[in-house]
């Protein structure tokens, strides 16, 4: 059923994925196994094939919208269980910056991927993003800005997550089109990302997921 | 889907622009905006040679951006998406159609010259610094058609371009990508707008 729940997620069948996580719940299945097995491992074949090109962005959003459907199933389940997520991230466009498409991709890839993403949305003051992390207990914040007028905005984030002794604890990631990894470490951030599915790759080499 | 995003597109979207003749004392102190543009960059020298000076600004304007939120907020990722494409993509053929009117006007009113071409150039790209953009609002007052430009320089609505479109001799837009910041760029249109200047419009 995990692979058939899989499978639905490449066809981007919402009502198939919530359909087989209802049977899948009703047949006591452990739900680490349905969100590992069968949501988080369709994803990544979703993944793998977006990055070999054989299928397209909207093919993964499509699917990222089935594994929601399944998420919206599954969630209270995982939570009553006490089951966590493989991380959890703060993830919002900076201060002065409207552009979010490509934070919103960021956030949907990671979903997909099975971290936990709380979506500050845009124009984000670099406060908010620290205070957040701390309240969510958050592993990683992930910042995106399109200009560069507002680049300097994710210097003051990663200033004041050292101010308030955060370096180590909290890692910051990076990423919008003129950013660069040259950038990244001028300001002390811990990776640049160039886009969604690297963001995924970069996320799981710091918190260390398989 | 790509034809859904068009018409979703049609259907709450109504581009309009501003655009200004300019004079080439004028359009410098825009161009140098508050003093952060790389030198030597490509419009400095072009400028100089040019023979009529346009600045522009368009929009699609902001139903687009509230219907891709929208879309987004409820897990329609990808229809969000393809209209995100849509609408950047309608907000460039907007601004050629700024361009193409300014050539028509030129034309309309004897002032085109044979072997004389048009290009357009935007604070941000190629050199010429985004905060540049306070001083083109400054003279441009696109504020009038519901653009306005925030203290990060960045123009709401969100699917907004401006620019100058810069008319002159064709052989001045020819120019090499090899400046330093050539080597941030990502897709070094100069060469695809330098071949279009050579087909006949
Ligand atoms: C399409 C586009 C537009 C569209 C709309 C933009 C939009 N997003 O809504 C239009 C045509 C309207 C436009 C206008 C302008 N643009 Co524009 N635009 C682009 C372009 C070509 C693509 C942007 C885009 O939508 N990409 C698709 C999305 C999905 O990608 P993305 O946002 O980059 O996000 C991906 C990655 O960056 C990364 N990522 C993003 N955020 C994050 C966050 C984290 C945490 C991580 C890990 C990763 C990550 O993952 C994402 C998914 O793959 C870029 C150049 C480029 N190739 O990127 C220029 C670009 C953003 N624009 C630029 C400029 C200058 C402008 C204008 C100022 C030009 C002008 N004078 O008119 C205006 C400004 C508009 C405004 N409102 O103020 C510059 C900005 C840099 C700068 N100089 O400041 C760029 C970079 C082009 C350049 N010069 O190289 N633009
Ligand atoms: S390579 Fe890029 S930055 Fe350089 S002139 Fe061409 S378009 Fe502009």
Known sequence: MLNQLSDSLLTGNADAVASLVKQAIDQKLDPNNILNDGLIAGMTVVGQK??????????VLIAAKAMNAGMEILKPLLVKEGIPSIGRIVIGTVQGDLHDIGK?????????????VIDL???????????????????????????????PVMKKVVNLATEKGLTGKIKIIIGGAPTTSDYANEIGADAYCYDGINAVDCARRILGVA | ?????????????????VVADIRKNGIKSIYHG???????????AIIDQSSQLALYAVTVGENVS?????????????????????????????????????????????????????????????????????????????????ITLTDSCLMQPLKSISGVIVTGPRRIFSFDDNYAFCDQCKNRSCRERMKAIHTDK
């Open chain 2, 66 to 146: 509230d219907e891709i939120s929208r879309l987004f907020a409820e897990d329609e990722f990808a229809p969000a998406a393809m209209l995100d494409a849509a609408a950047s993509q309608g907000a460039e053929l907007a601004a050629q159609q700024v361009e193409h009117s300014v050539r028509q006007q030129l034309k309309a009113s004897n002032r085109w010259i044979t072997g004389h071409e048009t290009m357009s150039f935007s604070p941000g790209y190629c050199g010429w610094h985004v905060s540049a953009q306070r001083k083109l609002f400054e003279h441009l007052n696109p504020q009038e058609i519901g």
């Open chain 1, 121 to 151: 949305g845009k124009d984000v003051a670099p406060e908010t993003f620290v205070e957040a992390a701390i309240e969510n207990e958050a592993q990683i914040i992930g910042l995106s800005a399109l200009l560069t007028t507002t680049m």
């Open chain 2, 1 to 17: 889907m790509a034809r859904q995003a068009q018409e979703s597109f049609r259907s709450v979207t109504k581009p309009v622009g």
């Open chain 2, 34 to 44: 508050d003093g952060h543009n790389e030198s030597p960059a490509p419009l400095e």
């Open chain 1, 50 to 59: 977006f990055k070999s090109h054989e299928i397209f962005l909207p093919d």
């Open chain 1, 104 to 116: 919103n991709l960021v956030g949907i890839m990671l979903k997909g991927a099975g971290f936990e």
